[in-house]
């Protein structure tokens, strides 16, 4: 029996009393994949992306080990939310305009001290003044810097727009602005080098483009490297007492890790290991989160129907950001079909041995999108279901 098989072989017996559609975590896989990140992070703690989790009764298991401390958040209100429930260090990794949120905020000592803006713009700030509403709590603020390379003069951009601020002048030029605003305390710095981080690096079937990508990181580490610690100085020049520099994600933790300018690691998605993070050299983990669905048909020979499936993670639209059939192994979309809004044609000589209810267990592309379609997910120690636990969804929290 191969691994992958023993696999579907425990998360059948854990779920046999349960009815597909269902998700499950494997916790010693979970476990698995937040020690590797810390052995990568090299002694440096490691600030959990909760966009990738969506769970806070996992973002609870993984900061209670060593090596992990505080998290890193998608919107304003989760922030609050997360806040209120007792987390303490809540990093908000965009800009917001949720104008109620900010006078929340600051109205509120508690999650004031909790919780720290991402800003780029002195307009952000007008926006959160503008918000106050007689709140008089001051807002912790962190600024981002733009991590793309520019190639060619900056005719050839690679990475993510995200921050307009990508010289050490302008970094330093906008914490004047916050410094010198009552209201505010600039605490942090944040770099997030997606093009490293989130672009796998070894493609099956397409080596040239596998080294172009190894190509590219090669020099985008090295000149982010190098304009992250110019960025660092000038900002401490105006803000001798800041807190925090925070860069990487699940990709690069070991390169952004060995920056001495760097103070901490952002992951999350290396928790789950959702099948966009197959394609990488640097490191390996073990698929954490899985989701099943229930054979309803047999059309023919080789073939077999499941409820549902159609879950498509965000980004550019392709073959890489749908889900992928995982156990039985040997089973692959109709082409004519794939993932559908309510059936999934599968194909393959495996399909001849499954019966009407059997579960197809598959892997989301992206890693905390997958709680975005189920409320709760089962933990799976061993061949056993130990608890079930809500999602954001199952909480009743969808906050995009």
Known sequence: MTPRAADRARYDRATAHLDAPVAIVDLEAFDSNAADLVRRAGGKPIRVASKSVRCRALLERVLSRDGFAGIMSFTLDESLWLARAGFEDVLLAYPSADRSGFGELVRDPKLAAAVTVMVDDVAQLDLIDAARAGGTEEVRVCLELDTALHLLGGRIRVGARRSPLREPAQLAELARSVVRRPGFRL??????????????????????????????????????????????RAVRAVAPDLEFVNGGGTGSVQHTAAEDAVTEIAAGSGLFVPRLFDDYTSFSGRPAALFAQPVVRRPGVGV?????????????????????????????????????????????????????????????????????????????????????????????????
């Open 304 to 400: 077999v129907t499941v409820l549902g499936g159609g879950y498509p993670a965000s980004g550019v639209a392709g073959p890489d950001r749908l889900p992928v059939p995982y156990l039985p192994e040997g089973l692959r979309y109709d082409p004519q079909e794939g993932p559908g809004e309510v059936q999934t044609p599968l194909l393959g000589s495996p399909a001849d041995d499954l019966r009407i209810g059997d579960k197809v267990w598959f892997r989301h592309a992206k890693a905390g999108e997958l709680c975005e379609r189920f409320e709760s997910l089962h933990l799976v120690e061993g061949d056993r279901v130990t608890a079930a636990v809500p999602t954001y969804r199952g909480e009743g929290m969808t906050f995009l």
């Open 187 to 232: 605490v942090g710095i944040m770099a997030y080098e997606g093009h490293v981080a989130g672009v796998g690096d070894s493609v099956a079937g397409r080596p040239l483009r596998s080294r172009a990508i190894r190509l590219m990181q090669s020099a985008a580490r090295k000149e982010l490297a190098e304009r992250r610690a110019a960025v660092v």
